[in-house]
């Protein structure tokens, strides 16, 4: 298991922060991450969100990379539709140079109907927008004299400097919720930014269908939580932030409405409320909050199908003191064990 964290670099109304305290605060926790033992910071992404959640990833991977020397640095995902394909590589590139090859790019086509309208872009171009970006980046980062003319975009005779430090190019990840979308990122061998055991098994059948090793690629899981030493403690620390989260990711959800039951996102119980529809297992699997032992058991049930934890302990709002804290508990008890028993398999085999 690779244990990452996604940092999204947002405010609440429970604690502001002026931008450059917020900014300085959680560039300097995933610089700690690195000290901690976790193996990936995962950079994420919206648009025109008052909480101030991170719009430009490309800074603050480069602020990490310039601090750090071993941790990974991946987005999760960069929205590419909205991009220019070009940017995108020459960006990725550089980064990949400045981290000494520690650059992961993932790519989705977004779903926030008003991020689509800020940047005039039709939002049902986006399908085709995502494929004929990611097969540009990928061109130009493998090839030279690359042409490719698409309905969207078009480029001509296009050489990249520099060429990443990853041969042949950083590892590609698809975001992806649709059947159809995570059996084209399978078969074009790109690794997978998923929802669930279900879509894993898809992603799987689909690679084995193109004629590819299941074991040559990874699946990536997203998980937002909170550890403390006690299990109320943990939701006394972090309901209101979780609340704040849930509520905007369901408001976005349910306008969107891309897959069946998407509008069923917008119902999030109120604070107070909250851990109680969590423990009786009414939100899903996509919370992990608590101690350490239920965080491990939860990893636990995930690991059959998944290679990549990305795990949101930076919540918007928490004093990053307390995220700190939340952090080394699950670096000190949770990794370790599932370091310890990856040794004991490696010792018997």
Known sequence: MNFGLLMSFRNSSRNELSYSELYRKHVDL???AEEMGYDTIWLTEHHFVEDGYSPSMVPLAAAIAARTKKIRIGTFVLLMPLYHPLHVAEDAATLDALS?????????????????TGFNIVREERSRRLREGVEIVRRVFTENNVTFEGKHFTVRDVTLYP??????????????RSRSATERAARNGYHLAGTGAAQAEVYRSALRAAGRNPDDFHIAQLRFGYVAAKHD?????????MHHLLTKYGQWIGEANDVPGDENYSKIPPVGKLREASDAG??????????????????????SYCTHLALGLALPG????????????????????????????KKKK
């Open 30 to 32: 995933a610089v700690e």
């Open 100 to 116: 000494n090859g520690r650059f992961d790019l993932g790519l989705g086509q977004g779903y926030v109907p008003r991020e689509f």
């Open 163 to 176: 060429k990443p430090v990853q041969r042949p190019c950083p590892p590609i990840w698809i975001g992806a």
């Open 233 to 241: 403690k943990a939701w006394d620390e972090c309901e209101f932030a």
């Open 282 to 303: 009414m939100i899903g699997d996509g919370l992990m909050v608590g101690t350490p032992d239920e965080a491990i058991a939860q990893i636990e049930g995930i690991e």
């Open 318 to 345: 928490i004093d990053p003191k307390k995220v700190r804290a939340s952090m080394k508990l699950f670096a000190e008890k949770v990794i370790p064990h599932f370091r310890k028993r990856k040794k004991a398999v």
